[in-house]
């Protein structure tokens, strides 16, 4: 179930957001005038999920290069890899 605060919980209520988002892993989501206008989430968290969207980029960039018949044997690139060329 998603956490929501108003957006004056930030200033009066800093710690305990912040305990929560280390605690749980979720983000807070942080409302103004009734709506919906931040998320706020751990550092951890956070670096969590872009390392996620950058993974899911580099895998699509791996089966576009498929598709496009850009590969090579892994006998190959391993050997490369080895002399440090790729």
């Not at 957006?7 to 009066?12: I, K, T, W, Y």
């Not at 800093?14 to 280390?22: A, D, L, T, V």
């Not at 969590?48 to 496009?68: C, H, M, R, S, T």
């Amino acid at each position: 179930m998603p956490n929501i605060r108003p957006s004056s919980d930030l200033r009066n209520k800093y710690n305990e957001i912040s305990e929560f988002c280390h605690k749980y892993k979720e983000p807070v989501y942080i409302t103004k005038n009734g709506q919906g206008d931040l998320a706020v989430m751990s550092i951890e968290t956070y670096e969590k999920i872009v390392g996620k969207f950058e993974l899911y980029k580099l895998l699509d960039d791996g089966l576009d290069a498929v598709k496009q018949g850009k590969t090579r044997p892994f006998r190959e690139a391993l050997k490369d890899i080895r002399k440090g060329l790729v």
